[in-house]
């Protein structure tokens, strides 16, 4: 599952670097980061809607959750050390 969200975001976001994990290797509760400079500019909202839509189908049917978290590549270069992404 985590490739094929990771898939999913790619193919919406083909300019994004992303990383998707299953911290509690249960296959239902995933978290992603998600780097792209189509962020620039534009609200967290909207930066989340551009994740989500693309995987909502995935949502519905094959996960419980994800913890989303959006960053410019500028924002990411300031906060990856709070992520151990250093």
């Given at each position: 599952m985590v490739e094929k969200i990771e898939s999913l975001i790619k193919?919406?976001?083909p300019d994004a670097t992303i990383f998707v994990m299953d911290p509690y290797n249960d296959g239902q509760h995933f978290q992603?980061?998600?780097i792209?400079?189509?962020?620039?500019?534009v609200?967290?909202?909207?930066?989340?809607?551009m994740v989500m839509n693309p995987?909502?189908?995935?949502?519905?049917?094959?996960?419980?959750a994800l913890g989303l978290k959006t960053f410019t590549p500028e924002k990411w270069e300031r906060k990856k050390g709070q992520y151990g992404m250093e």
């Open positions: 193919n919406s976001l992603a980061l998600v792209s400079p189509t962020f620039d500019g609200s967290l909202v909207e930066q989340h809607q995987l909502r189908e995935a949502l519905e049917t094959d996960v419980h």
